[in-house]
């Protein structure tokens, strides 16, 4: 059974941190690509952080040095470490996993996590 657990969100005061946690199980951590996405009340989920197999990673615009994303193949574990947040950071955070195997594509989802900032 395919699982993702967020974990790690919470309230915080604008500038501070938290480390988001996603552990995995039920398929090949180490084969997919890893990512965060985040929905705020009223608009569409985006695209945070992605981290590829190979190590490669991509940020949306408005995360770029406060955010950064990391994985640990032998815990089946991808984070988010966010600091310098700020009000606008204020969604829920999804983890995401994602594989193209054999031209089909095999995607899933975690239930997310909260994140606040606010002063």
């Known amino acids: 059974q395919v699982q993702l657990v967020e974990s790690g969100g919470g309230s915080v005061q604008p500038g501070g941190s938290l480390r988001l946690s996603c552990a995995a199980s039920?398929?090949?951590?180490?084969?997919?690509?890893m990512k965060w996405y985040r929905q705020a009340p009223g608009k569409e989920r985006e695209l945070v952080a992605r981290?590829?197999?190979?190590?490669?990673?991509i940020y949306v615009g408005s995360v770029k040095g406060r955010f950064a994303i990391s994985r640990d193949n032998a815990l089946n574990t991808v984070y988010l470490q966010m600091d310098s947040l700020k009000p606008e950071d204020t969604a829920g955070y999804y983890c995401?996993?994602?594989?193209?195997?054999?031209?089909?594509?095999?995607?899933?989802w975690g239930l997310g996590t909260q994140v606040t900032v606010s002063s």
């Open positions: 039920g398929f090949t951590f180490s084969s997919y690509a």
């Open positions: 995401n996993a994602d594989r193209i195997q054999w031209g089909m594509l095999a995607e899933y």
């Open positions: 981290l590829g197999s190979a190590g490669d990673t």
